[in-house]
Structure formats: structure tokens, C-alpha cells
């Protein structure tokens, strides 16, 4: 599966953002889809992940009630809803592909490219 990143920006702390990654190639929803991030100086998280059937999902606690990870599977499109942005959140995102458990970080191998989200104080 290939992968396509977009909808990054840049915005105000508290202000919101919606970042979208398109799938191609092999059956979509075969596969968990996460998006991590990367922070200058600091190493590739997951923020958030969700199964392929779109039925569990999983977020890390400092992105809890203001990211919402999503997917269409008719579509294949997984967007990731950010609200309330805070200038921590400001990072290199990228969307990312796992044949395996959806929570599982080292399970994702394949990469699409990063978005730039800046979020100013």
C-alpha cells in the first residue's frame, strides 16, 4: 500500500487542524493505520492508531480528548482530527501502515511522507 500525507499548517495554540493520508494498492482495510509524529531533536511516536475495521483506536495520553483518529474504508482515507493544539504538538507528522495489532508501534512498515504542523503560542 502507498500512503499520501496532507493538511498540515500552521495555526494559533487552540486552534484546530485536520491532517488526511490516502491509501492505494492492496486491500485498505487489511491494515491498521496509524499517525506518528517527530518533534525537532526528538525521536518518531505513535500519536494515535486505529484497527482496520476502524472499530478500536488508541491515543496517547497527551493528545486524549483533543485527537480523533478516523478512516473510511470505501474511501481509503484516514484523517486525523486535531483540536485544541497546543505549541507541544508541533512536529513532522506522518502516517503509517501495519499488517499487524493497531497499538503496536514496531508493526508499522510502511512509511507515507510527513506533513509539517506548527502551532504557535
Known amino acids: 500500500v502507498q500512503l499520501q500525507a496532507s493538511g498540515g499548517g500552521s495555526v494559533q495554540a487552540g486552534g484546530s487542524l485536520r491532517l488526511w493520508c490516502a491509501a492505494s494498492g492492496r486491500t485498505f482495510s487489511n491494515y491498521a493505520m496509524g499517525w506518528f509524529r517527530q518533534a525537532p531533536g526528538k525521536e518518531r511516536v505513535i500519536v494515535a492508531a486505529?484497527?482496520?475495521?476502524?472499530?478500536?483506536?488508541y491515543y496517547i495520553d497527551s493528545v486524549k480528548g483533543r485527537f480523533t483518529i478516523s478512516r473510511d474504508n470505501a474511501k481509503n482515507t484516514v484523517i486525523l482530527q486535531m483540536n485544541n493544539l497546543k505549541p507541544e504538538d508541533t512536529a513532522v507528522y506522518y502516517c503509517?501502515?501495519?499488517?499487524?495489532?493497531?497499538?503496536?508501534?514496531?508493526?508499522?512498515?510502511?512509511w507515507g511522507q510527513g506533513t509539517l504542523v506548527t502551532v504557535s503560542s
Open positions: 503509517a501502515a501495519s499488517g499487524g495489532t493497531y497499538y503496536i508501534e514496531r508493526e508499522y512498515d510502511l
Open positions: 486505529i484497527s482496520g475495521s476502524g472499530g478500536s483506536t
